[in-house]
Each structure stands twice: as C-alpha cells, then as structure tokens.
C-alpha cells in the first residue's frame, strides 16, 4: 500500500509560483496513475490535474489549463504540480492521490472516487 506525502505549499502573493511535490513510498510510483485535487473551505474536494502511469498522458481542470503543469518522475518516486500565476482563488488544502486501477496507457480519472489512496494534504493560500 503506498503512503504519499505532500510538501511545497505556503503563503504566496498573487501572481507568484509555486511548486508541490508529492512523495510516494511502500510501493512502486509506476503502478498508479496521480492526481492533484483541493479543497476549500466550506467547499467541495475538487479535480486539479492528473497524470498517467507512464507521464505521457495528463488531464487539467479548465480553471488550471495555461496556469499549472502536472508531472512525475517515477525513478524518484515523486510528482509534481508546478502553479504559475496563482491567484486568490487558488487558495486551498491541496492533495496528491494514487489510483491502482488504471492501467497503463489510459488516460487518468478526474473523480476523487477513482482514486485509493491519498495524502494529508499542504496548504497553499494566495493573498491578494
């Protein structure tokens, strides 16, 4: 069963960048297809990005498509969410999640529910 840990986030002004890592360990980051969701307060978790098994393949929320840049490297056992131009409205508890059912070279899920496991989650707030 993996375990995955989500670092990177912090207090940022408008316009800023950061980048999230999510650390997988107790298993083979290969294996799963990865995803990036958020939650607000008083709102629901919602779809960031998502990446393939492999890398090659990756899903974006309208709102992120331009902005943020979803990524992996399987040999490091670690992904990424690269967020340039961050606005207020980015601001949000931000999780990593595995899914071990998608197979390889399918694309990857956008619903919390296809995925298994998932981390704690970082903050990420943006002030105006």
């Known amino acids: 069963q993996v375990q995955l840990v989500e670092s990177g986030g912090g207090l940022v002004q408008a316009g800023a960048s950061l980048r999230l890592s999510c650390a997988a360990s107790?298993?083979?980051?290969?294996?799963?297809?990865m995803g990036w969701f958020r939650q607000a307060p008083g709102k629901e978790r919602e779809f960031v990005a998502a990446?393939?098994?492999?890398?090659?393949?990756?899903r974006y929320a309208d709102s992120e498509k331009g902005r943020f840049t979803i990524s992996r490297d399987n040999a490091k056992s670690t992904m990424y969410l690269q967020m340039n131009s961050l606005k207020p409205e980015d601001t949000a508890v931000y999780y990593c999640?595995?899914?071990?059912?998608?197979?390889?070279?399918?694309?990857?899920?956008?619903?919390?529910?296809?995925?298994?496991?998932w981390g704690q989650g970082t903050q990420v707030t943006v002030s105006s």
């Open positions: 990446i393939s098994r492999s890398g090659g393949l990756t």
């Open positions: 999640a595995a899914d071990e059912k998608r197979p390889m070279w399918v694309v990857p899920g956008i619903g919390s529910f296809e995925y298994e496991y």
């Open positions: 107790g298993g083979t980051l290969s294996s799963y297809a």
